[in-house]
């Protein structure tokens, strides 16, 4: 039975939850087992409903692209082996860094989240029985973050989509998903049906959730 863990925030959360992922693997027939660690709240949930508290403190207390860096590293610090560790213990590795991380600000942390992606991604090359899906950062809402921010959010899921990161490494475009294409209205922003009623809140509603959970999941059963 493959073994799968998604390492993620409120949004996984949401996905997850809003859009029965539990079920739908289960629905699938698939030999599959699921797993989900929130670091919201630090919880490890399996496919049987069990969930524990692992203790874990990530590097920048966060799940960046720089904090997933530091775990999946050749070198990894003491503090942060045990969830190296337990990641590790799983056949596939889902990872999603939260909306926050779609905000970017300028071309050179551009250059420096490509770089993180980039030795992500050799952690895992250089662990052929492993798989990574690196899952793109979901959109903010119009509100929450100027145009030249959300177009180098966009420039990097295409990045991620067209990079050849090796045959164990795939990547979901959950950004794409959610946002306005490029051209259209608040483009590469969350798209207004995606949208909460608070324009503050970047958190895709149930709607979003319940789209693209099937796709999610079909990403997930179908990897070789």
């Not at 250059?111 to 050799?122: G, H, L, R, T």
């Not at 180098?152 to 990079?163: D, T």
């Amino acid at each position: 039975m493959k073994s799968v863990l998604f390492i993620h925030r409120s949004v996984g959360h949401n996905l997850i939850h809003d859009g029965n992922v539990y079920n739908l693997i289960a629905d699938s027939g698939k030999d599959f087992a699921f797993s989900d660690y929130d670091h919201n709240v630090d919880t490890l949930t399996n496919n049987k409903g069990e969930q524990h508290k692992l203790g874990f403190v990530f590097p920048g207390g966060n799940t960046t692209p720089a904090d997933y860096a530091e775990v999946f590293s050749g070198d990894v610090h003491d503090s942060f082996k045990p969830i190296q560790n337990m990641a590790l213990s799983y056949d596939v590795i889902a990872i999603k860094s939260c909306y926050p991380n779609s905000n970017i600000q300028s071309d050179e942390l551009l250059e420096a989240i490509k770089q993180y992606y980039k030795s992500i991604a050799q952690f895992f090359v250089e662990r052929p029985d492993k798989q990574l899906v690196i899952i793109t950062s979901p959109p903010l809402t119009p509100l929450m973050t100027k145009a030249s921010a959300a177009q180098r959010a966009r420039l990097l899921a295409n990045w991620l989509m067209e990079a050849d990161f090796g045959e164990n490494v795939s990547v979901f475009n959950f950004f794409d998903l959610l946002a306005a294409p490029s051209g259209k209205r608040h483009s590469n922003r969350l798209r207004k049906d995606y949208r909460r009623w608070l324009p503050v809140n970047s958190h895709p509603n149930a709607k979003a959730s319940q789209s693209i959970a099937p796709l999610f999941v079909e990403h997930l059963v179908n990897l070789s």
